[in-house]
């Protein structure tokens, strides 16, 4: 019984190391990866609530119950919180169910030893993904979607002219109406339209972000070299800094691209009617 134990919670503390370690060996954290490990982790902790639920009934300890419903409530609040506060305080959450089952003296040594090695393991990765995993969210997140002195012009380009069409075949822009719009909702901010090549192409397949398979369930083409795409901001920088950034049209990128990306470096790779399409 005591090998079973061990290994179904070494099975259920494999997602947090997975993900978490994607994000770090990628360099970059696609939302839903954020996503599914926030929400795993909301799981795990209603899951440790719940069985001093199942204690504190046979124990007629209502204190019980009380500790057993808290940290789902806990957990559901913290899903709320923007990265990387979300994982860091998800973490914390473990650490007093922690403290409670330690000082618990009913519940067996090998118990309580193991409860103290996994919860360490699922700190360590949802803190260090909160501090690593990176960039690609959490300086998103944290530029504002407008500026006040742009409440006026959400739809305008970085040439403070209106937004243009990126494209319509494929259609694209994350609300997927051919034009790099952004909102509160679009965690990737992809408000630059590129003109995609080959060695972008090949580049952000390396990062681990496939733009050439096509994803019917998303809505997703597939895209070739030649095809005008909204891109996330940060992604198009990342490229721009390996050497491999593709042709910006700036009549069609968004100008809240300028709260993350520098004007000159858009306007030196401008796309131009003479490279073609």
Known sequence: MRTTTQWLTC??????????WWMIVMRHAEPWMTQALLDYAAIILGFLGGVHWGRGLEMQRPARLVVAVLPALYAWATLFA?????????????????????????LSGHYRRLRSAVTFVVFLHLVVAALMAPASVTQAESAPLVQ?????????????????????HPRTGFYRNGF?????????????????????????????NDLITPRPDYNF???????????????WDEARRAGVAPPVVLEATHRHSLNLLEHDDLVR?????????
């Open 11 to 20: 099975l259920g503390a494999l997602p947090f190391i997975g993900l978490a």
């Open 148 to 168: 006040p002195q742009e409440k006026l012009s959400m739809d305008m380009n970085v040439l403070d002219t209106p937004l243009q069409l990126c494209s319509s």
């Open 269 to 277: 790779h401008a796309w131009t009617q003479n490279k073609g399409e």
């Open 82 to 106: 923007p990265w990387p506060y979300s994982p860091a305080l998800m973490a914390l959450g473990f650490i007093p169910l922690l403290v409670i089952d330690l000082r618990d003296r009913s």
């Open 221 to 235: 083409p597939g895209l070739n070299p030649g095809d005008r795409w909204c891109l996330c901001a940060l992604r």
């Open 180 to 208: 790099c719009q952004t909102g509160a909702d679009d965690r990737g901010t992809h408000t630059v339209c590129a003109v995609v090549t080959e060695a972008f192409l090949e580049f952000t397949l390396q990062q681990g």
